[in-house]
């Protein structure tokens, strides 16, 4: 029996009159409880709102209700007091009607609760969201039906085999090392997902053998992409192609192998995370696709803010999942791009969500509190003020890492990197003469003024020169001259607060009319 199972069972002889189970997956749940009524020989009944109450396995068509009259849940639940003898009743999707416009049936719901407390009866509660009013939360226990473990999924593949058995065209060629490969690679699916997926290899070039995992893997990352939270991001940067930010390479570098049994063995602790916070251009959503390569894992973007939108459905369920997939990957880097954002606006507010943006926050923190997983999650952020305060807490990431517009060697280094990246040899510029003339040019914009400065040569019909680049960068205004305040802010917030992610090399030029970085921080 797995954890979950077991967890239910428990919660049904220490007699909780309501328990709620929170899950995409009705089907594989209301299996599970009809396997729970059986070890603890109840009768099941099972309740929607379009059949009313029905025993419990009745095929859909022989759905009889007991009375037609409980699709209405304020009769059904008083039906639940009529029944006498033991039995477990599922309730499915009754979730739209425990809101505060239903008061009847929320306190009949508290009612029969406290009098199921004394009987062998218990009241399930499945649904893929639950949003409990304050009057119900002391009374109802919830659980979070994990995504199927390999045992689960073992079962599911033998299933499959079984019934494939006995065809002649089809060839199954798997030997154990095979088969856990397989289980490993569906881990992070549904169970129909992954029965799915298992059918469609098999049918495909009808035969099942090691090879198939790639398969897996790749139905996987279509499904998990097609969710439109999280993808595998593809193409990953290399740190060679970062300037500066010297702080950060070190602290990424020592870390690069703390995923490892010999790190492990050594007693390293598990990194958990990092914030890269700072300004707009900096190279921060570039380093965090760096960590990947660095470490040789594999990357997988989270997008926050489609995790609040409407249309994606319910989002605590949905971060429950992402999270899920992401720990099922592992280990790998979880890359947040602009946390900032999701938090900000009216998205996670709380007044229009009904609290939605709240409760997905905190599902996310409370992951990162006490996450084992080797998940590394790097977040990127360009503003402090709608980032909550717990996600700065200390303890739920390794660092917060300040990024701030590059120092004049540190500008020297990321010329170089874009002059060379498009096949430029920088021995040929005057680097040092251009570095000094882009003071408080993000790396960004001095990547644009290159490219500019590309197409006037081209244009020109000459090879691109020291000039060129120089009068693009003349021509550009630095975001950090229209943004200056911004800048200030932030460097005043990180001070104290925050790690710097690069060594403030040089006293800024003279005609500087930024704000220096603060050489004590
Ligand atoms: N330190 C840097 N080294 C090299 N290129 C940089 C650097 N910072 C910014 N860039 C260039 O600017 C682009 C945008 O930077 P990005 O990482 O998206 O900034 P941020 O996420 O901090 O807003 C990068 O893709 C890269 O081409
Ligand atoms: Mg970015």
């Not at 020989?41 to 022989?62: D, F, H, N």
């Not at 006995?166 to 090392?177: E, K, N, V």
């Not at 939108?309 to 979880?334: D, F, H, Q, W």
């Amino acid at each position: 029996m797995g954890a979950f199972a077991a967890e239910l069972e428990l919660l049904i002889r220490a007699r909780y009159p309501v328990i709620a189970v929170v899950t995409g997956e009705e089907v594989r749940a209301l299996q599970l409880v009809a396997k729970t009524a059986e070890r603890r020989q109840k009768r099941l009944y099972e309740w929607s709102c379009s059949t009313g109450i029905v025993p419990g396995g009745t095929s859909i068509q022989a759905r009889k209700p007991l009375n037609p009259a409980t699709r209405d849940p304020l009769v059904a639940l008083d039906a639940v007091l009529e029944l006498v003898e033991p039995a477990l009743f599922v309730f499915k999707d009754l979730h739209p009607f425990l809101s505060r416009s239903n008061p009847s049936v929320v306190r009949r719901l508290r009612e029969i609760s406290i009098h199921l407390k004394s009987g062998p009866k218990s009241i399930i509660l499945i649904s893929p969201e639950l949003d409990l009013p304050t009057e119900l939360q002391k009374d109802v226990a919830v659980l979070h039906l994990p995504l199927p473990d390999t045992e689960e999924l073992a079962e599911l593949l033998d299933g499959i085999i079984e019934s494939v058995g006995s065809r002649t065209d089809i060839c199954i060629d798997l030997d154990s090392t095979g088969r856990a490969r397989l289980l490993q690679a569906a881990l992070g699916l549904s169970l129909n997902e992954a029965e799915n997926v298992f059918a469609k290899i098999i049918v495909q070039d009808g035969r099942l053998d090691a090879s198939d995992v790639n398969a897996v893997f790749a139905e996987k990352s279509q499904l998990v992409r097609r969710s439109g939270l999280l993808e595998y991001y593809q193409h990953p940067e290399h740190f060679s192609q970062v300037g500066g930010l010297d702080l950060l390479k070190d602290w990424l570098a020592k870390r690069s192998t703390a995923f490892t049994p010999e790190a492990h063995a050594f007693g390293l602790p598990v990194p958990r995370g990092i914030l890269l916070l700072g300004v707009q251009g900096c190279g921060k959503s570039l380093c965090a696709k760096a960590v990947s390569t660095m470490w040789q894992l594999p990357l997988l973007r989270l997008d926050m803010g489609r995790m609040f939108a409407a249309l994606v459905g319910s989002s605590e369920e949905n971060i429950r999942r992402a999270i899920n997939v992401a720990e099922s990957i592992a280990p790998a880097v979880l890359w947040i791009d602009e946390i900032d954002k999701a938090f900000s606006g009216s998205q996670a507010g709380g007044s229009t969500d009904g609290g939605t943006g709240a409760r997905v926050l905190g599902t996310f923190l409370t992951w990162l509190a006490e996450k084992r997983s080797p998940v590394f999650v790097v977040a990127t952020a360009n503003d402090i003020s709608h980032l909550p305060p717990e996600l700065l807490r200390k303890g739920r990431l390794d660092e917060i890492f300040f990024v701030d517009l590059p120092s004049f060697v540190e500008r020297t280094e990321i010329l170089r990197v874009h002059l060379a990246r498009r096949s430029r040899n920088p021995e040929l510029f005057d680097i040092h003469a251009l570095a000094g003339e882009s003071e408080g040019f993000s790396g960004a914009e001095l990547e644009e003024a290159i490219n500019s400065a590309l197409f006037d040569a081209f244009h020109g019909n000459s090879e691109l020169s020291n000039d060129h680049i120089l009068n693009a960068l003349r021509e550009t205004v630095p975001l950090a001259r229209t943004m200056d305040e911004q800048i200030r802010r932030l460097r005043h917030w990180a001070d104290g607060r925050a790690r710097r992610a690069s060594i403030p090399h040089c006293p800024p030029l003279p005609f500087s009319d930024l704000p220096s970085p603060d050489p004590s921080a």
